[in-house]
Structure formats: structure tokens, C-alpha cells
């Protein structure tokens, strides 16, 4: 299935003409990562060394950034940080995206629900998985029950990382569990960083190595359960999900019917929560007022590190 990305034009920012062979806005971001593990990092923003290049106002950035370039940008920043930050772990990966995104796109916003600690397990922190995120349209509204997994080798024992833990594949059984109970989508991020030859579902810009990848768990599951063999590499993974920025710039998000096309269910009901009305924190997230959600008084889900709520209101 091809899925062509929709773009629109921005105005208000001027190419840097001062870099030869420069066309599009440039932005410089550099980071310094201080301080323990790789997991543990501590950002800094450093003066850039470089003459004539103008560094674009977070203001600024935020408001003229459509949405497709925005995710392309954010996808583009996770591979990055995982290409400088040698063997950070899922969790750190998740806590810097949903960081960056906010930090990059006004539209997003989350809420912690469990602090992040790699020596704490889900049954003392009581988070079983790492985020619940809810895409909010004017009409439709699309609720995805999120664990991540990081592919990063060619060939590996893929098969046993799906089985987590122990063999026992108690992990995503507990995910496709809840998602059925609470009409939640149920999801995977794949942080990997493939080169030009792996292929996707849907293409997404074929100039564009991002990193992070949407599988469905009940594909996935199918890996996990050896239908596809023992040994599976990354890349026939890969095969089975989408670029995470394709959720944003298929025109089919406009319409509602990105996630039925692509993962639609296999009883053919449709997988939106566009009748249901909002929760209570999803309401407060989206107002992004300067009020400090209370997560023990919110209706926030406790079996999530995290909750993240993407506002498509003016956008689909």
C-alpha cells in the first residue's frame, strides 16, 4: 500500500542563503551528554562553532512547523541521539522522545505517571508499560496502549526479546490483554536504526532514516509465537511496521482511517474512540494550562510510565 506524504508549505522562515547548496530552514541543535551511564544524561546547549547560520527561536519553530515536519524533525532527532548515545536503553529512548516532541511541537503534551528507575520493575512501580497515547482529531480520536523494544542488530534472538520475559511472552500477552479490555490500540515502538535497504509498510519519505517504527502487537505476536520461524532478523520486523512520522503526514490521518488501512482489525470493526468521550486527564492535557496535573488525583492509568496527547483538532 503506497501512502503519499502530505506537505504544506511554510512562509515565515527564510532559507539560510549563507551555507552553499542550503534550500531548506536550517536549525542547529548540539547536545553534550554528561554524567554516569548512557541511560542517565544530562543535556546542555553549547554555542554553535558555526559562522552565518542562524538559530531558529523555540517560539518560532513551534508555530510555523506543520505537522508533518515536525514528526519527520522528531524522528530524525531520536536517531541522532541513539547514533551518539551507545547502548541507552528503551526506557531513556521513550523519555527523550516524548521530551523532544514537546519540546518541538506545541501539539503534544504528556504526563508522568511513574517515575523512570531501570532498577525498579513494573511489579513494584506498578507502570507495565511505557505510555499510552492518545491521538485527538475533531471528529475521531485514537487511543494506542504503547511498549517499546529496541532492534538494533541485523540478526539477533528476536524471537526470545518478544517472548519477554523468561520465554514466557508475559509482557505483550498483559499488553493485548488490556488493549482488548479497554478498546485501546495495541502497539509497539521499535527503536532501530536500519539502513537504506530495509523496507516499510508504508515508504515514508524515502529520504528519511528515522528511527522510531508503530507495529501492531498482534502482528507482532505472530513472530513470537514462531509462525515466521525461530530465527528472525530485524529487518522482516521492520517489514511489518510503519515510520512513526507516517501517523502524521499519510493523508489518510486526515480522514481517520490511517490506523484501519494499515492495522485494521481483523474483524473489520473500526478501531477509533470517537464516540467515547474524553478522560478527564486527556481533557487537562490538551488545555495545556500552567496547572500541575496531579497524578495521584488524575484518572491516569497506573499501568503506564507515561501518557501522551497529541492534539489533531486543527488537523484531522
Known amino acids: ?65 506543520n505537522i508533518c515536519d515536525a514528526h519527520l524533525a522528531l524522528d530524525l532527532e531520536v536517531r541522532r541521539f541513539m547514533e551518539n548515545v551507545g547502548n541507552v536503553k528503551e526506557e531513556s529512548i521513550t523519555d527523550f522522545l516524548v521530551w523532544r516532541w514537546r519540546e518541538l511541537d506545541k501539539r503534544f503534551n504528556y504526563l508522568r505517571v511513574h517515575p523512570f528507575n531501570h532498577e525498579e520493575e513494573s511489579s513494584k ?76 509498510m508504508c515508504g515514508g519519505r524515502s529520504n528519511t532514516l528515522g528511527a522510531v517504527f508503530t507495529a501492531d502487537a498482534r502482528r507482532l505476536e505472530e513472530y513470537a509465537d514462531g509462525k515466521h520461524g525461530k530465527r528472525i532478523t530485524r529487518d522482516q520486523l521492520l517489514a511489518t511496521t510503519n515510520p512513526f512520522h507516517c501517523m502524521f503526514c499519510c493523508p489518510l490521518s486526515q480522514h481517520g482511517d490511517y490506523f484501519d488501512s494499515y492495522f485494521g482489525y481483523p474483524s473489520g470493526r473500526r478501531s477509533e474512540n470517537g464516540n467515547e468521550p474524553l478522560p478527564g486527564y486527556v481533557k487537562q492535557l490538551l488545555e495545556r494550562s500552567d496547572n500541575v496535573i496531579n497524578v495521584e488525583e488524575s484518572e491516569a492509568p497506573r499501568q503506564f510510565r507515561l501518557v501522551g496527547v497529541y492534539d489533531m483538532r486543527n488537523d484531522a
Open 125 to 200: 512501580t506498578g507502570a507495565d508499560f511505557d505510555m499510552e497515547l492518545w491521538l485527538v482529531g475533531r471528529r475521531h480520536h485514537f487511543a494506542l496502549a504503547v511498549q517499546a523494544k529496541k532492534f538494533i542488530k541485523p540478526t539477533n534472538a528476536y524471537v526470545a526479546q518478544l517472548r519477554y520475559p523468561g520465554g514466557s511472552k508475559a509482557q505483550m500477552t498483559t499488553l493485548l490483554s488490556y488493549a482488548s479490555s479497554t478498546n485501546r490500540r495495541p502497539f509497539y515502538f521499535i527503536y532501530s536504526l536500519p539502513d537504506s535497504k530495509s523496507n516499510t
Open 1 to 65: 500500500m503506497a501512502c503519499h506524504m502530505s506537505r504544506s508549505r511554510t512562509t515565515d522562515i527564510e532559507p539560510n542563503k549563507s551555507v552553499k547548496g542550503t534550500r531548506r530552514p536550517l536549525a542547529v541543535f548540539e547536545f553534550d551528554f554528561y554524567q554516569g551511564s548512557a541511560a542517565s544524561f544530562k543535556l546542555t546547549e553549547r554555542r554553535a562553532p558555526y559562522r552565518n547560520v542562524r538559530r531558529l527561536s523555540p517560539t518560532r519553530h513551534h508555530t510555523t512547523m
